[in-house]
């Protein structure tokens, strides 16, 4: 079970981390992935990091912007999100796939097996 938190309002320019907190003791065997939803839009990937941290990737709509990062002893993912747009307003989903899944899958959310709940970002301009 995944449990995404963090979201919330903030002013363009502004930052935000999203928390994303696992059950259970395979987490380390996880790739992890972002993915976000805006209003009337697809769901689109937003970044990945591997099972072992050895490798993450970005939309080129957040590169520079965003980082995500692991602490596999916490069972957690983050996204930190810097210098944010209004076009980053979106629900914001973080998935897991199994670490069997080959890297040029995991900008596909079709490669994730389980997803958390979602939480809202809003940036005002």
């Known amino acids: 079970q995944l449990q995404a938190s963090g979201g919330g309002l903030v002013q363009a320019g502004g930052s935000l981390t999203l928390s994303c907190a696992a059950s259970g003791s395979t987490f380390r065997n996880y790739n992890m992935g972002w993915f976000r939803q805006a209003p009337g839009k697809e769901r689109e990937f937003v970044a990945r990091i591997t099972w072992s941290s050895s490798g993450v990737n970005y939309a080129d709509s957040v590169k520079g912007r965003f980082t995500i990062s692991r602490v596999n002893a916490k069972n957690t993912v983050y996204l930190q999100m810097n210098s944010l747009k209004p076009e980053d307003t979106a629900v914001y989903y973080c998935?897991?796939?199994?670490?069997?899944?080959?890297?040029?899958?995991?900008?596909?959310?079709?490669?994730?097996?389980?997803w958390g709940q979602g939480t809202q970002v809003t940036v005002s301009s």
């Open positions: 998935a897991a796939a199994s670490r069997s899944q080959i890297l040029s899958s995991l900008s596909l959310d079709r490669a994730y097996e389980y």
